[in-house]
């Protein structure tokens, strides 16, 4: 498992004062953008740790965010186009999708139907990536059962049919 956790990607700034708009790949925008909070921007290859002052939403994927000690655009231009990580915590019985990349997707009678590769987060919608195919994450209906300790996903099979179909 990672260290780190993309939650984010730097996509333009926003004013003269330091603002960046970021495009959010996360559910828990409060727990890791609220005042105070450190995230880490992979720049040049090295995670560069900066403390979060305030956000506001710009919509429903992406918010405006202003950095503590960030107060002019000429610090913060070189990491547009970067990526925000927080610390991946340890935590029962809750799994990130990062985590899911390179799991096989397997149907019911226990064929393989691809590896993950990647994953996208559209709006309120959730993708994974199965041998260049997107198919939509949805927990219950799409997904019979982890396999953790395989690396397995085991997709219903309407799971299946939308693999097929897509």
């Excluded at 780190?4 to 790949?25: A, D, F, N, Q």
């Excluded at 999708?97 to 996208?120: A, C, F, Q, T």
Aim: hydrophobic share 35%; aromatic share 16%; net charge negative.
């Amino acid at each position: 498992m990672e260290k780190y956790l993309k939650i984010g990607h730097i996509t333009s700034t926003r004013g003269l004062k330091g603002e960046v708009k970021v495009y959010i790949i996360t559910n828990d925008v409060e727990e890791f953008f609220s005042k105070d909070k450190e995230v880490f921007i992979l720049f040049e290859g090295e995670y560069i740790p900066f403390t979060c002052a305030k956000f506001t939403y710009a919509s429903n994927n992406t918010l405006f965010l202003n950095f503590k000690d960030i107060n002019d655009i000429n610090q913060i231009e070189k990491y547009v186009k970067s990526d925000i990580y927080t610390i991946k915590k340890e935590l029962k019985d809750k799994f990130y999708l990062s985590d899911l990349i390179g799991y096989e997707v397997i149907n019911l009678k226990g064929e393989l139907l691809g590896k993950i590769s990647s994953y996208y987060i559209n709006g309120e919608r959730i993708y994974i990536e199965v041998e260049g195919k997107l198919i939509p994450y949805i927990y219950k209906i799409m997904i019979e059962k982890y396999d953790e300790e395989n690396k397995k996903i085991i997709v219903t099979d309407y799971g299946e049919e939308v693999f097929k179909n897509a």
